[in-house]
């Protein structure tokens, strides 16, 4: 093989490795850019909808009811609240697949629910007023009843947040496992077409160096000229 066609294969081969490299490196930025927008960055937003229940609400709306307390706490109640309501608008905004988009679906109307019967009961801790009628709620377990379902819902969130961050890591993985062994196999061949080149390279010199044999020159035979007799 000509070595101008061996060079024209390896640059072939360079080319393909950076066209590769350069699609394996654009699919990881999108897996990573999904793992970030769509599985990390959101387990926060969920996990405070989920102590929003878990702390203010079961401290004071579940359990045994005491008026004082949960009315010094109000301010602390709302402020969560605020903060809870402007994380879950922004997880809402996130790419879901279907079954998170059913969770959150069920999710939303359990939420609209609890927050109806808990907003009605810090308005009357607030004001003071139907006091009795908040124990009587709290002391039945009906808060607890509706904020259960949310929580563990939330909870199954999280952890298909978690299960599909690491479908995600894998695909990551296999794209950089098949890259890899790409490499390993141009760079093979690579080698191969290299040293070949390197030994055509060679050759061509030693024959550059060889002298060049001068072809024997045939001498023609000298004509002897006739003697030339003169007339008398």
């Not at 939303?108 to 801790?125: R, T």
């Not at 080698?191 to 160096?209: E, P, R, T, W």
Request: hydrophobic share 40%; with cysteine.
């Amino acid at each position: 093989m000509k070595k101008h066609i061996l060079m024209i294969i390896l640059t072939v081969i360079m080319i393909s490795v950076a066209i590769y490299g350069k699609m394996v490196d654009a699919k990881i930025n999108d897996y990573s850019g999904q793992l970030v927008k769509n599985n990390l960055d959101p387990q926060p937003w969920l996990s405070k909808s989920f102590d929003y229940y878990g702390s203010p609400i079961q401290s004071y709306f579940t359990g045994r009811f005491d008026s004082i307390k949960a009315k010094a706490n109000i301010d602390n109640i709302k402020a969560f609240r605020k903060e809870r309501d402007s994380l879950w608008a922004l997880y809402l905004k996130c790419d879901m697949s279907e079954k998170e988009q059913a969770i959150v679906s069920k999710v939303n109307g359990e939420i609209k629910e609890a927050d109806e019967l808990v907003d009605e009961l810090i308005e009357n801790v607030e004001e003071d007023k139907n006091l009795k009628y908040t124990d009587s709620i709290v002391s039945s377990g009906e808060v607890d009843e509706l904020i259960n379902p949310i929580m563990d819902d939330t909870n199954e969130l999280i952890d298909l947040q978690s299960s599909e961050g690491t479908d995600i890591i894998k695909d990551m993985q296999s794209n950089l496992e098949t890259f890899s062994a790409f490499m390993v196999g141009t760079l093979a061949l690579s080698f191969v077409l290299l040293g070949n080149i390197v030994m055509q390279y060679y050759k061509d010199l030693k024959a550059s160096k060889q002298p060049i044999r001068k072809a024997s020159v045939r001498k023609k035979p000298v004509v002897k000229k006739k003697p030339v007799t003169k007339k008398k």
